[in-house]
T-cell receptor, first 113, second 114 residues
Framework: LAKTTQPISMDSYEGQEVNITCSHNNIATNDYITWYQQFPSQGPRFIIQGYKTKVTNEVASLFIPADRKSSTLSLPRVSLSDTAVYYC??????????????FGQGTTLQVKP | NAGVMQNPRHLVRRRGQEARLRCSPMKGHSHVYWYRQLPEEGLKFMVYLQKENIIDESGMPKERFSAEFPKEGPSILRIQQVVRGDSAAYFCASFMGDKYNEQFFGPGTRLTVL
């Protein structure tokens, strides 16, 4: 499975847009890019998933360049409640993987007032 | 529609005792994963089960750990003769259909071994 690299931590202020970039140079053709959010003392929560170009939902946007060697999670106008750890994962979509998610260290986002 | 449920939320055991962790997946989900999270670390895959079958247990220690997902009832992760290094948060996750990457996680069981 492709290894991912993302910043250990980031700071932001309320109301700002936050962009967290993840590098995955060895991404395979059948790999998808998925982001999870984890609050302290809770299980991770699926945020967004994409394969190429741009994906947007009510929570975030995911930008994936043509070479797919990196991706950027964009959180618009963050609030204090967005303080969490954000994990970038890459892996195939479907039974060929047995579905296990490979989590790295994640990026700890601290939103300040 | 209830989410993934885990109990107990907190479990304290002394070294050498047994720990039993339970997970009820979301309604309609027949796939369950168990992950372990050590303090200040990311989650590590342990085992993947479908009803009555272990599909992948490559992340689970060969000794003292076992998991099951019976036809009826919750999935059970069992740790025998616990040691202090087993202290961690244990999460289970489930998903529907072929959406392997979109797993729904429970709140976790925090195991403390004294």
């Amino acid at each position: 499975l492709a290894k991912t690299t993302q910043p250990i931590s980031m700071d932001s202020y309320e109301g700002q847009e936050v962009n967290i970039t993840c590098s995955h140079n060895n991404i395979a053709t059948n790999d998808y890019i998925t982001w999870y959010q984890q609050f302290p003392s809770q299980g991770p929560r699926f945020i967004i998933q994409g394969y190429k170009t741009k994906v947007t939902n009510e929570v975030a946007s995911l930008f994936i360049p043509a070479d797919r060697k990196s991706s950027t999670l964009s959180l618009p106008r963050v609030s204090l409640s967005d303080t969490a750890v954000y994990y970038c994962l890459v892996g195939p979509h479907g039974s060929s993987n047995t579905g296990k998610l490979i989590f790295g260290q994640g990026t700890t986002l601290q939103v300040k007032p | 529609n209830a989410g993934v449920m885990q109990n107990p939320r907190h479990l304290v055991r002394r070294r050498g005792q047994e720990a039993r962790l339970r997970c009820s997946p979301m309604k309609g989900h027949s796939h369950v994963y168990w992950y372990r999270q050590l303090p200040e670390e990311g989650l590590k895959f342990m085992v993947y089960l479908q009803k009555e079958n272990i599909i992948d247990e490559s992340g689970m220690p060969k000794e003292r750990f076992s998991a099951e997902f019976p036809k009826e009832g919750p999935s059970i992760l069992r740790i025998q003769q616990v040691v202090r290094g087993d202290s961690a948060a244990y999460f289970c996750a489930s998903f529907m259909g072929d959406k392997y990457n979109e797993q729904f996680f429970g709140p976790g069981t925090r195991l403390t071994v004294l």
